[in-house]
């Protein structure tokens, strides 16, 4: 498995992911993962699913909510406890 990250201030079109799936096939690889902080033409996703090979694309948005999931680069800064009535701390036995 192959990664190439770019961090992008417009969209990354389908000339970048191709020339990303032409490597995977110049190293025999049959599965990668781009990553932007930008986002993806409709046309490179397209792309994608379209090709053998399997290249999942992750763009800026879904790279920030995976950080956030798995607490890489981010700090808790506010926590919040919701409680529950116990009832059965006020039956009367």
Do not use: C, H
Request: charged share 30%; glycine share 8%; no cysteine.
């Amino acid at each position: 498995m192959y990664i190439q990250a770019k961090r992008w201030e417009g969209s990354v079109g389908r000339p970048a992911v191709q020339a990303f799936a032409g490597s995977l096939e110049g190293n025999r690889a049959r599965k990668g993962v781009f990553i932007t902080t930008s986002r993806f033409t409709e046309d490179a996703k397209e792309y994608v699913k379209r090709i053998e090979k399997k290249i999942v694309l992750i763009d800026g948005e879904s790279l920030a909510e995976l950080m956030i999931d798995n607490d890489v680069g981010v700090s808790p800064k506010v926590t919040y406890i919701i409680k529950n009535i116990d009832s059965d701390y006020f039956n009367e036995d």
